[in-house]
């Protein structure tokens, strides 16, 4: 597979792309029912070298599907369910000491962190300090133990989850560590006919299992070939007045997206692209792009929450002023 991506011929290499990715899709297709959004932008995400922030309610397959996509790509998946009694330790690890040969010494214990996907489950149970354990890994791709860094293995990937109906307990993630996320994605209940299908999947004897379809070296390929895909300087330049465009402050608008929300938005949409098979971003990939982009980066502001408007709805309407 990776042969095939580094091609001369850069149209067949897009189209070779492609079709890993179809069939990808339809390999966890055979475990996970529907969700097709959710998954693609998962995908993208791992592209993109970048993290994801999914928020939905109990019950809807978050853990089946990131568990799965890992069991794809054939990537190492771990899970961290957060709590308020949580430390930094029980994710980064912590030094022990082990006796040998009569003598004893410190020796590092790696934490679940030390995987390709980490998915941390309701992050915002987990304290601040525990949270702050993670900015770190998710900047750096490393993590510092005592006096000692350790490389985390590329790729490297957090899924964090959080619930939207229990507040209690909760601690809300700060802008700060919710910026370092690539996306926010919402999951939504599925249609009646998928929901049969799930129930007809789950009741059987015999469990859907999902093939390797990827693996570690031909994902870093498609990272790096993600960042060569072309984009045309107008496409370029509608993307960076759609984030500027929520730093005006406005009757909705508190506070708006960094630049590192036109870094990520640029980059998601090369991922689109890629995964649609095409060797040029369009416009139609800023314009999905920038929901999961921008949803977590801009703060309504208490008017907009009063009148019941969701950031979707303002980043449509910025969407629809700027063509």
Do not use: W
Request: charged residues 25%; glycine residues 4%.
């Amino acid at each position: 597979m990776a042969s095939d991506l580094n091609s001369r011929d850069l149209s067949q290499t897009y189209k070779v792309a492609g079709d890993m990715f179809s069939t990808l899709f339809n390999e966890i297709g055979k475990v996970v029912v529907g969700q097709k959004d959710t998954v693609e932008q998962i995908v993208m995400a791992i592209l993109c070298n970048g993290h994801a922030l999914v928020e939905s309610n109990p019950g809807l397959g978050k853990t089946l599907t990131i568990s799965t996509i890992a069991k794809a790509i054939d990537l190492n998946f771990s899970r961290v369910q957060c709590t308020p009694d949580l430390m930094p330790a029980d994710i980064t690890g912590t030094h022990i000491i082990e006796e040998k040969d009569g003598a004893k010494e410190f020796k590092f214990e790696p934490g679940p962190i030390f995987a390709n996907i980490l998915l941390a489950d309701e992050i915002n149970r987990a304290s601040p300090k525990t949270q702050s354990a993670l900015l770190e890994a998710m900047q750096e791709k490393q993590i510092t133990v005592g006096n000692d860094t350790f490389l985390l293995e590329p790729p490297f990937f957090i899924l964090a989850t959080q619930n939207p109906i229990e507040m209690e307990g909760t601690f809300p993630l700060p802008e700060a560590q919710l910026d370092r996320f690539l996306f926010k994605i919402l999951v939504e209940y599925p249609s009646y006919e998928d929901e049969i299908e799930i129930v007809n999947r789950y009741t059987r004897s015999i469990m859907p299992t999902v093939g390797k379809v990827l693996n570690k070296n031909t994902l870093i390929d498609l990272q790096k070939l993600t960042r060569d895909v072309p984009i045309a300087d107008d496409i370029k330049n509608r993307a960076i007045q759609i984030v500027m465009s929520t730093r005006i402050k406005s009757e909705f608008i508190e506070y708006g997206a960094s630049p590192r929300a036109s870094i990520g938005l640029i980059l998601a949409a090369k991922a689109r692209a890629l995964v649609k098979g095409r060797n040029f971003v369009s416009a139609e990939d800023i314009d999905a792009m920038a929901y999961p982009v921008l949803r977590h980066r801009i703060i309504l502001t208490f008017e907009a929450e009063r009148k019941g408007f969701s950031t979707d709805q303002v980043i449509k309407s910025i969407l629809e002023k700027i063509k």
